[in-house]
C-alpha cells in the first residue's frame, strides 16, 4: 500500500502581470494532490473573505488617488488576515500551502516599482508576519513586453479582470522595475527561490515548474508501506 507524508511547506508563486502565474498554482495545486500530497492553493490578495473586500479596494481601477503608502497598509491589511486565517492553520495542519503572490510582490511592486522606502515594507511586514518566509518560492519570469500586453488583453475579455486593472494601466517601465526586483531577489536568495521561464505553452511551464520543485529536494517521497 502506497502511504505519503504529510508535511507543512509554503510555495509560493510569484511574477509579474500576465506570466500565467494563477494557471500555474492551479495546475500545481492539481498536481500535488494527485501525488498524494495534502495541498492548498490560495492567494493575495482576496484569499479571505476579508481580503477579497481589501482586493476590490486596492485593484479598483477608479481609484486613482490611493498614495503608495495607503496601497502598502492594504496589501499587509490582506496579507496579515491570510496568514492566521488561512496559511498559518494549514501548515500547522501539516499541509502544503500554494499560494499565488505574497510578501515578495509587495517589495517589488511597493517598493520598486511605486519607490515606497523598504524600511516602512520591513517594519510592516516584522510587525504583522513576523517577517515570515515561504519555504520555496517560484518565479515565472518574462518581459513585461510580453506579459503586460497578455494582461491587458485578459482584462479587456474578462468582467471580473476590468474591474480590477489598476495595475495593468502602469507603463512599460513600471513593470519592466518590477521584474528587475524579482530577479534580484532571485540572486540575492538562491536557496528560496526557483526562475522558471514563463515564455512557453501552460503545459510546458507546468512541467517545468515541476522540474524545478523536484529538484529542491523539500518534497518527500512517496513511502511503501510494509503489509
Ligand atoms: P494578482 O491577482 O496576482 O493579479 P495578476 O493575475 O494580474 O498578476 O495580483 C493583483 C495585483 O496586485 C497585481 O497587479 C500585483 C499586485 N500586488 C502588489 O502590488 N503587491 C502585493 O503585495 C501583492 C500581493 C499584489
Known amino acids: 500500500m502506497l502511504e505519503f507524508r504529510s508535511l507543512s511547506l509554503f510555495i509560493t508563486l510569484e511574477g509579474i502581470e500576465g506570466c500565467g502565474k494563477s494557471t500555474q498554482a492551479k495546475r500545481l495545486g492539481t498536481r500535488l494532490t494527485r501525488e498524494g500530497y495534502d495541498c492548498v492553493v490560495t492567494r493575495e490578495p482576496g484569499g ?4 477579497k473586500k481589501i482586493r476590490q479596494v486596492i485593484l479598483n481601477p477608479d481609484h486613482h488617488r490611493m498614495f503608495p503608502e495607503t496601497e502598502l497598509a492594504l496589501y499587509f491589511a490582506d496579507r496579515a488576515q491570510h496568514l492566521r486565517e488561512v496559511v498559518w492553520p494549514a501548515l500547522e495542519a501539516r499541509r502544503i500551502v500554494v499560494s499565488d503572490r505574497f510578501t515578495d510582490s509587495t517589495i517589488a511592486y511597493q517598493g520598486k516599482g511605486r519607490g515606497v522606502p523598504l524600511r516602512s515594507i520591513r517594519a510592516l ?5 513576523g517577517a515570515f518566509r515561504p519555504d520555496v518560492t517560484l518565479l515565472l519570469d518574462l518581459p513585461a513586453a510580453i506579459g503586460l500586453p497578455r494582461a491587458r ?3 479587456s475579455e474578462s468582467e471580473t479582470h476590468s474591474k480590477e ?21 532571485a540572486r540575492r536568495e538562491p536557496k528560496r527561490f526557483v526562475v522558471v521561464s514563463a515564455e512557453g505553452a501552460p503545459a510546458r511551464v507546468h512541467d517545468a515548474l515541476w522540474t524545478a520543485l523536484s ?3 523539500r518534497l518527500p517521497r ?4 510494509k503489509t
Open 215 to 217: 529538484a529542491t529536494k
Open 153 to 155: 488583453r485578459r482584462n
Open 125 to 129: 511586514d516584522r510587525a504583522l508576519t
Open 165 to 185: 486593472g489598476r495595475f495593468e494601466e502602469e507603463a512599460l517601465e513600471f513593470h519592466d522595475r518590477v521584474r528587475a526586483a524579482y530577479l534580484a531577489m
Open 222 to 225: 512517496r513511502r511503501r508501506k
Open 48 to 51: 479571505t473573505p476579508i481580503g
